[in-house]
């Protein structure tokens, strides 16, 4: 604190501390075995989920905590209550509302906990055994969600649904015969209804529609030929239209179909009929919707066995698939290795992907009506090597597109989706340095990464403008030896990040807040006038 002059005597003002050089601690004290593994910002920005998914003796718990570091963390799960899926996509869903977090016990029961740090509720039937990958609705109020009962020989499954604040019981949507297979459902736009596949060995395979809140029975949607395996389902942006992955012409060969959502016509199918081998790639991600609703893009290897490459088609099947990617010949393909081969900008107008030979990626963009050719995007990077095998990402706003290039060293570059402009490197560690990893940060102003290039090897976390208009420079601790940040994700004001790292205790990774820039006053400083008597 400090005086300052004022016009009848003197103000005492009480300044905010600080945040210690090496940031602020978020995650409560930690057993020797466990670890911080993953964190997850509400969608308002005002909190951080986090778990520490490593504990072998006593279980994991999941918590929350003010994402300014302002009051102490919470447990969301009772002690070593939560189940860590490593199956899952994702082990934690923060609602959209940014008032709940949706998860897994060890029992595999569905809860829901305040993310203030309300105690958790179940959500599920007692014993029940919900599978992974829960959907919420887009309005953040209610959760979907299979359950799965084995009774030796055979089993059975349910759909239901339940409010995420656990206002009242679940809802029965569906309840399937034994042995019928029950596909992971998707919701609405509009939060009204959850479409589902269902796979009968006696009935066939179909597609249907069921309420979210069980005020009606389910609809059918459309019939598929007995046997017939659903692998992906998804709905429109607009809500009017299925699109989904089965085999529903040759058993066991992968293809792209769309279907009115309100079943009020036959089901079409998107991707032209493969060569002998040939399908859609059955990775995630690897087929997507354009914001617009108005194209479908896939990856598959439908020309020639065993080279995939991109198609565009209009989601209703008024046109055939067209080829997106520049010709490409024997041993060359659009790239996935384990990762979603394509990206679409936010408009839906381009999509980016990793086209070539697996030495020499190129990174390429496109229309997905194919009405243009496809623009090249790391041509410009200086040297020889290939795109990186880790995710491209595109900028929150659209217009620029950062990538990984090279194997070791790895360098970071940034370009106009559009080619615009020539690529800049973004940095390209010295010596032996890599960049691990990078974050476009949600203003797309700036680009997060981790690399070994200030202290080699301990990897630590760096800011740069995203168009490479400034140098970088360190957002984390300093850190040495073999050191280094596993998982950070900016706030969307840009003015702090929270990062997982082992800067305190080596090999135990621990939950870090840090201002990237100056730490902000609070909104009302408390003072206290003192008069000074002439």
Known sequence: ???????????????????????????????????????????????????????????SNLFTVASDGSSPPASLSTPGGFHSNMSARRNFRVTSDSAHVVFHDLARELMSASIEGAPPLRLSPPGAVVLPDPAL????????????????????????????????ISQLLVATGTDVVLGEPAVSPDSSLAYYAVADPTFGTSLRSVPVDGSAGETLV????????????????????????????????????????????????????????????????????????????YRADQDVDERFELYGVPIDGSAAPVRLNPPLVAGQDVAAENHPSFRLSPDGSLVVFRSGPPAAFELY??????????????????????????????????????????????????????????????????????????RIAPSSASVAYVANQDH???????????????????????????????????????ERVVYIADQAVDEQYELWLRYTARVPRPAQTPSTTVSRTH
Request: proline share 11%; aromatic share 6%.
């Open 1 to 59: 604190m400090f005086l300052c002059p004022a016009s009848i005597g003197l103000t005492l003002l009480f300044v905010p501390l600080t945040v210690a050089p090496q940031g602020q601690r978020l995650n409560p004290p930690l057993a020797p075995d466990k670890d911080i593994r993953q964190l997850e910002h509400s969608p308002d920005g005002r909190w951080v989920v986090f778990h520490d998914g490593s504990g072998i003796v006593n279980g």
């Open 456 to 494: 080699y090897p301990a990897e630590e976390l760096f800011l740069i403008p995203i168009d490479g208009a400034g140098a970088p420079r360190l957002i984390g601790a300093p850190l040495t030896g073999l050191r280094r940040v596993q998982g950070y994700e900016l706030h969307p004001s840009g």
């Open 137 to 168: 609705t887009p309005d953040g109020a209610r959760v979907v969600f299979r359950v799965f009962e084995d009774n030796v020989f055979s089993f059975e499954m349910e759909l239901r649904s339940a409010p995420v604040d656990g206002s009242t």
């Open 222 to 297: 459309a019939g598929l030929p007995a046997g017939s395996q659903v692998s992906q389902l998804f709905v429109s942006p607009d809500g009017l239209r299925l699109v989904f992955v089965a085999d529903a012409v040759t058993p066991g060969v992968s293809e792209v179909f769309s279907v009115p959502s309100d079943g009020s016509a036959a089901p079409v199918r998107l991707s032209a009929a493969p060569v002998a081998g040939g399908e859609v790639s059955s990775i995630a991600g690897d087929v997507a919707i354009t914001a617009d609703s108005a194209r479908v893009v």
């Open 365 to 438: 963009s496109a229309p997905p009506d194919g009405s243009a050719a496809a623009l090249p995007l790391s041509t410009g990077v200086l040297g020889t090597g290939s795109v990186a095998a880790e995710p491209f990402e595109i900028s929150p706003d659209g217009q620029r597109v950062v990538f990984l290039f090279g194997t070791t060293p790895t360098s970071l570059h940034s370009i106009p989706i559009d080619a615009s402009a020539p690529v800049v490197t973004l940095d390209a560690p010295p010596g032996p340095g890599s960049v691990q990893s990078f």
